[in-house]
C-alpha cells in the first residue's frame, strides 16, 4: 500500500520571467513539458504541484552586468554587489508584460489554470483539480510614489508584494547576498515603503517579508496588521546567508501566525552555502524542521524558487516533488503535519491577509 501525498501549493516561482524571457510566444510554453528549468503545468501535475504564487520579476537591463561579475569570494564566503536601481519605464512595461502572460495562461488553459483571487478560489480550485495561481511582485519597482498603479494591479489580480527585491528601490533597501552574515545589513524601509505596507494591508495584499533586510523587516513587523510572511527563505542558524532568517525574525513571523516558505536554493540550504547540487533533499527537511521545533509546524511552508534558483538535483523539477513530501517525512513530520506544510499554512494564512 503506498501513502497518498498531500496536494502542494508553493510560495515562489519565476516562471513568468522565464517565459517572458524565453518564450518566443510569451505564455504557451507553459503547457508543454519542458527539459529545461523547474516548472511548467505537466510537471506540476506529475509532481502533485496544485498552485503557488507566480512572482514578476524585473531584472536589470544587461549592460548593468549579470551575477557573476558582481560576485566576489571572501575567504571565509562571498559577497555579491547589488545592480543598481532600475528606472520605471522598464519596470512598468515588463510588469505589465509579464502579467499578462499569466492572464493569457489562463485563457489559454481552457479551465487548467486559475489565477486565484481569494482563499476561496484557491480551495475551489485544489478541489476541483485547476492549477492555482497567485500574482505577486518580486520588488515593487512597477509602483509610482503615489500607489496608484496598487489600485490598478489590485483589480487584475495582484495579492502579494515584495517592497523590495534585493536591489535598493524607492520603498526600501534590499537585503544583499552575502555568506556568512546576519541580515542585518543596510537601513530599512524609506516612508514611501511604509505607505505601501499600510495600502497593502488596507486593500488585502500580502506584504512579502523575503529579501528585505533586517531593518526592513522590523519596520514591517512594526506596521502591518496582517500576519508576517517571508515567501521563500531559511534558517541563518542552520545557514548563514544574508538571505536567511535569524531566530528572533522566525520567532516574531510565528508570534503574528504567519508562516515561512522554505526555499530550495541550494546556497540558502547548506550549511557552507556552496552552489552544489548534489545536496541532498534532507536539507530542505532539516529547515523545515528547525522552524517547526523552535515555533510550531503551523508556521512551515513551502518556498521552492522554481525557474529561479538552483535547487538539488535529487529533486530535480516540479515533478519531483513526492521525493521532497518523503523526506519531511522521515524528518518526523506526521501526516497531519504534512498536509499543514503543503498546503494548509498557506492557505491560513492567505485567508486571513486577504479576508477571505
Ligand atoms: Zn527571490
Not at 59 to 68: C, H, L, R
Not at 77 to 94: C, H, K, N, W
Not at 211 to 239: I, Y
Not at 289 to 306: E, K, N, T, W
Request: charged fraction near 25%; include cysteine; charge should be negative.
Amino acid at each position: 500500500m503506498t501513502t497518498p501525498y498531500p496536494p502542494i501549493f508553493d510560495g515562489h516561482n519565476d516562471t513568468l520571467m522565464v517565459l517572458y524571457e524565453n518564450d518566443p510566444e510569451r505564455g504557451p510554453l507553459f503547457f508543454q513539458r519542458g527539459q529545461k528549468g523547474h516548472l511548467d503545468l505537466p510537471r506540476a501535475r506529475e509532481g502533485g504541484l496544485a498552485g503557488g504564487l507566480f512572482a514578476v520579476f524585473v531584472d536589470n537591463p544587461p549592460e548593468d552586468g549579470n551575477y557573476g561579475d558582481r560576485r566576489r569570494e571572501t575567504g571565509d564566503g562571498y559577497e555579491v554587489a547589488l545592480p543598481p536601481a532600475i528606472g520605471y519605464e522598464r519596470a512598468i512595461s515588463t510588469t505589465l508584460a509579464q502579467i499578462a502572460i499569466l492572464l493569457r495562461l489562463e485563457r489559454l488553459s481552457e479551465g487548467q489554470v486559475k489565477v486565484a483571487r481569494s482563499a476561496a478560489e484557491i480551495e475551489a480550485c485544489l478541489a476541483a483539480g485547476v492549477f492555482a495561481a497567485v500574482l505577486h511582485l518580486e520588488g515593487a519597482e512597477a509602483i509610482d510614489p503615489g500607489l496608484d498603479a496598487l489600485d490598478v494591479l489590485y483589480q487584475a489580480g495582484l495579492r502579494s508584494v515584495g517592497p523590495v527585491w534585493s536591489r535598493p528601490n524607492i520603498f526600501g533597501h534590499g537585503v544583499p547576498f552575502k555568506f556568512p552574515t546576519s541580515p542585518d545589513i543596510g537601513p530599512g524601509l524609506t516612508e514611501a515603503g511604509k505607505a505601501l505596507v499600510k495600502a497593502c494591508n488596507r486593500l488585502g495584499i500580502l506584504v512579502d517579508l523575503a529579501h528585505l533586510n533586517e531593518k526592513g523587516f522590523w519596520d514591517v513587523a512594526a506596521l502591518s496588521d496582517a500576519p508576517l510572511v517571508a515567501t521563500h527563505t531559511a534558517a541563518n542558524a542552520l545557514c548563514r546567508s544574508a538571505r536567511n532568517l535569524t531566530d528572533r525574525q522566525i520567532e516574531t513571523i510565528a508570534e503574528s501566525g504567519g508562516v515561512i516558505g522554505i526555499s530550495f536554493f541550494v546556497a540558502d540550504l547548506r550549511p557552507d552555502s556552496r552552489y552544489d547540487l548534489e545536496t541532498p533533499l534532507s536539507l530542505i527537511a532539516d529547515h523545515a524542521r528547525y522552524i517547526a521545533d523552535r515555533v510550531g509546524v503551523d508556521h512551515v511552508a513551502l518556498g521552492s524558487d522554481f525557474n529561479g534558483a538552483r535547487v538539488p538535483q535529487d529533486l530535480g523539477d516540479a515533478s519531483g516533488l513526492p521525493r521532497l513530501l518523503d523526506a519531511l517525512r522521515a524528518a518526523g513530520f506526521d501526516e497531519d503535519e504534512l498536509r499543514q506544510v503543503a498546503y494548509q499554512n498557506w492557505l491560513r494564512v492567505l485567508r486571513a491577509t486577504w479576508r477571505g
